[in-house]
């Protein structure tokens, strides 16, 4: 009966009028590109339609499919509600599989699984023997993984004439794809929504009239488009009493007089909105609480800091606290939530109660809620970013593109008409807004990328080059070019493209390269415990913060934790002190932040990071399990020049040197760079002030351009460690009686005592290659002997 009635349902679906149609196309061709609207039921019927199918014919035809998600949370969310609709447990039929979780058994003939675990099952299993159908769901998100995924398909289907394979994707550029396999079929399910009023911020700001005008009409030339920014009076709105305002017109969102709107629009859309208006967005929720018809509410925020501000802040409103009151409910939904967590964001409330979900933009179209009839669209998300002051990635704010916006809009009239507001401008919406996001792969730095290529058997005899360029839409060139550098000025890849060992390791773990050799080498070299804090804030950021009316005081607090003439060893100190501080409760380890200028948020995201980066390196046999490996594993952690000889292995070429090791009275030291010019040290860094420098080298991570270029944390470090971690590999030539070490990039060279010395170098550099090298071939072998 529980299947009966499920299939009712299903049978309503926009997908299932055009199960007939899939399936005979299926029939006839390899490759096919199914799109349409979110919702109309393609990640969980589809791969059903097929399974269903095959189940008519002989047992050795039953498919046996692989349907991947860009996020952990679908892949879970979805593979539990298929498994529903078949009235069976997650794990028999319908499993799911993602990084360190997996949920299926022999039985399974649909698997729901993230991307990356995909690739990762194609290092070992490079023809997915057994496999009949491989789905690749919501390509339109152009992640840099399904990128590279279509393009593995791409020749496996020569390889494999009976595998098949299938495209969806929401109403988005579906021709594109067909192109890219050989102008496959594509099929588009036509959607069913209804219409959704738009408004945009200057509606909302429209009532406002009485408070912007006189500052609007004081100079209107000022707030031409392009302007300077800065002159932009700061508005201090009172949004509630406006919306209050709003409210007491009984022909709500629709009066507006166009010319007012326009200069109000100029004015907007040369603001810069850096920061959500949280204010806002809660003054917004309270009018729709009050509006006429009710629905659930579904808020688009950035990220998780976001939502939970947002949430804490809702709850001392007495109109929304969650315990308090009974008129409304309010869901968190993001990426990091428990499956129950999850779930629990598609129960109906009782009558009169509003359901508000808080989001990040994994609401757009992995997560259908159907209930929706309100959307707020803060027009934010986070977007991976290549940082060129740190060499790598970083997770940004950035505006929405417009087919977000859209999107987001759409989320609104599943069931009925719905409302949205955009907390933009419709100027900004059509003249600032990209039309669409930009590609991952054109966004971020390609080492990850480089190693999985190379990992791959089928693609290691070809050069990376030639590789990328048969990708979808190719990043530009000079991108690939310095991807290559910095893998090879890290050791993981040969002049002649080769994957080295370390290469090899780090191909197998999901962070910046940088941060993953800083764990392994942490691992090896048993200090790992300090190797995660620093790798987690380099991935994240500094906890020393610095308010700009107390810099000076901060800086001095900062020197109270230096050590070893490094910030990296300063953060240690501190790090520890917080923890200590935390064992005495909230209230303790507040006052350890504030006294200290640390920032609580960031130590506890570096927390949260150094646990995962655990869970990362258990993964590939790095960690051991068990409380006496973890003490061996950090019996080295007080030592704080191997400490900062594992930054030399992450951070090269990462080294400055100066030429002077006395700092003259009243003067700057300048320091050289590898490649580009002179640089000096930041004065928020513990090596601001030091006189005397024992060692001319500095490795860092961070340079950056203010009236001068600094480079801000930065270990001192001697010569040594470069030549043991640093860049590919050492040389040792005797040159007028001394025996000179260098690295191969030539940036790192001196004259050892001894041939001894010399040799030595090499030496241990040859045998910690051959202890990674032994790593792959048996994995259980553990490196911290
Ligand atoms: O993939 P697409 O966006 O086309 O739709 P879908 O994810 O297959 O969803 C089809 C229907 O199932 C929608 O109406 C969803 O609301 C519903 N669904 C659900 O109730 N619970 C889930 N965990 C997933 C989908
Ligand atoms: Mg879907």
């Not at 966004?443 to 990328?449: A, D, N």
């Not at 240690?572 to 948020?601: D, H, I, M, P």
Request: aromatic letters at 8%; proline letters at 4%.
């Amino acid at each position: 009966p529980k299947f009966l009635k499920s299939r009712k349902e299903r049978q309503s679906l926009p997908a299932w009028e055009e199960r007939e149609t899939i399936l005979k196309l299926l029939s006839k061709h390899q490759v096919l590109v199914i799109s349409g609207m979110t919702g109309c039921g393609k990640t969980t019927q589809i791969p059903q339609f097929i399974l269903d199918d095959s189940l008519n014919g002989p047992p050795e035809k039953v498919a046996n499919i692989i349907c991947t998600q860009p996020r952990r949370i679908s892949a879970i969310s979805v593979a539990e509600r298929v498994a529903k609709e078949r009235a069976e447990r997650v794990g028999l039929t319908v499993g799911y599989q993602i990084r360190l979780e997996s949920v299926k058994s022999s039985a399974t003939r649909l698997l729901y699984c993230t991307t990356g675990v995909l690739l990762r099952r194609l290092e070992g299993d490079t023809a997915l023997q057994g496999i009949t159908h491989i789905i690749v769901d919501e390509v339109h998100e152009r992640t840099e993984e399904s990128d590279f995924l279509l393009l593995v398909l791409k020749d496996m289907i020569l390889q494999r004439p009976s595998l098949q394979v299938i495209l969806m994707s929401a109403t988005l550029n579906a021709e594109l794809f067909s192109e890219y396999f050989n102008f496959c079929p594509v099929i588009t399910i036509p959607g069913r929504t209804f219409p959704v009023d738009q408004f945009f911020l200057e509606d909302a700001i429209a009532v406002t009239r009485i408070v912007i005008l006189p500052s609007v009409h004081q100079d209107t030339s000022k707030y031409e488009q392009g302007s300077v920014k800065d002159q932009v009076p700061d508005q201090q709105l009172d949004f509630k009493q406006l919306l209050a305002r709003y409210k007491a017109w009984p022909g709500k969102l629709s009066f507006l007089d166009t010319k007012f709107s326009k200069s109000v629009i100029k004015t907007m859309s040369i603001m810069d909105f850096e920061k959500v208006n949280l204010e806002l967005i809660e003054a917004l929720l309270e009018w729709i609480m009050d509006a006429e018809s009710p629905g659930a509410i579904l808020v688009f925020l950035p990220g998780l800091a976001e939502i939970k501000m947002l949430y804490e802040q809702l709850q001392s409103n007495p109109l929304f606290n969650n315990r308090r009151s009974n008129r409304c409910v309010i869901h968190p939904l993001h990426s990091s939530l428990s499956s129950e967590e999850q779930q629990a964001v598609f129960v109906k409330p009782p009558v009169g109660v509003t359901k508000i979900i808080i989001s990040t933009n994994i609401a757009e179209t992995s997560i259908t809620i159907d209930d929706v009839v309100y959307v707020i669209d803060s027009g934010k998300m986070k977007e991976k970013r290549y940082d060129a002051s740190k060499g790598m990635e970083s997770l940004e704010d950035t505006f929405v593109s417009q087919a977000n916006a859209l999107q987001r809009k759409g989320r609104a009239g599943r069931v009925a008409s719905g409302v949205c507001f955009h907390l933009f401008t419709s100027h900004h919406y059509s003249h600032q807004l990209l039309k669409q996001q930009l590609p991952e792969i054109q966004r971020v730095p390609l080492e990850q990328l480089c190693l999985r290529i190379k990992i791959l058997e089928m693609f290691s005899t070809h050069t990376l080059q030639s590789v990328f360029s048969r990708l979808i839409e190719p990043p530009h060139t000079d991108s690939l070019r310095a991807s290559k550098i910095r893998l090879r000025d890290l050791g993981a890849l040969t002049q002649d493209e080769k994957l080295t060992p370390l290469g090899y390791h780090l191909a197998s773990l999901p962070v910046d390269v940088r941060i993953g050799k800083l764990m392994l080498f942490g691992s090896i070299f048993r200090c790992l415990d300090p190797a995660l804090t620093i790798a987690a804030s380099l991935a994240f950021k500094s906890p020393f913060v610095s308010p700009w009316d107390k810099k000076e005081e901060a800086n001095q607090k900062k020197l109270e934790f230096a050590f070893a003439n490094s910030d990296y060893l300063a953060l240690l100190q501190a790090y520890k002190g917080w923890q200590l501080s935390t064992k005495e409760g909230v209230r303790a380890s507040y006052n350890y932040c504030r006294q200290n200028f640390l920032s609580g948020r960031v130590l506890q995201e570096i927390a949260s990071l150094k646990r995962q980066f655990t869970e990362l390196l258990s993964d590939i046999g790095f960690v051991m399990e068990g409380l006496r490996a973890s003490k061996k594993a950090n019996s080295n952690a007080d030592n704080p020049k191997l400490i900062s000889a594992m930054l030399c292995a992450a951070l090269y070429p990462n080294v400055v040197q100066t030429k002077i090791r006395m700092k003259p009275k009243s003067e700057e030291l300048k320091f050289v760079t590898k490649n580009d010019g002179y640089v000096h040290i930041h004065p928020s860094s513990v090596n601001y002030q030091v006189r005397h420098f024992d060692s001319p080298y500095l490795v860092y991570h961070e340079k950056i351009k203010t009236s001068r270029v600094f480079i801000r944390d930065c270990s001192m470090v001697s010569v040594y460690p470069l030549v043991l971690f640093g860049g590919g590999q050492v040389n040792v030539q005797l040159q007028r009686g001394e025996f000179v070490v260098s690295l191969d990039d030539g940036w790192i060279r001196f004259a050892a005592a001894s041939h001894q010395v010399a040799e030595l170098v090499k030496e241990l550099r040859g045998e910690l290659d051959q202890l990674l090298q032994d790593k792959i071939k048996n994995p259980s072998i553990d490196l911290c002997t």
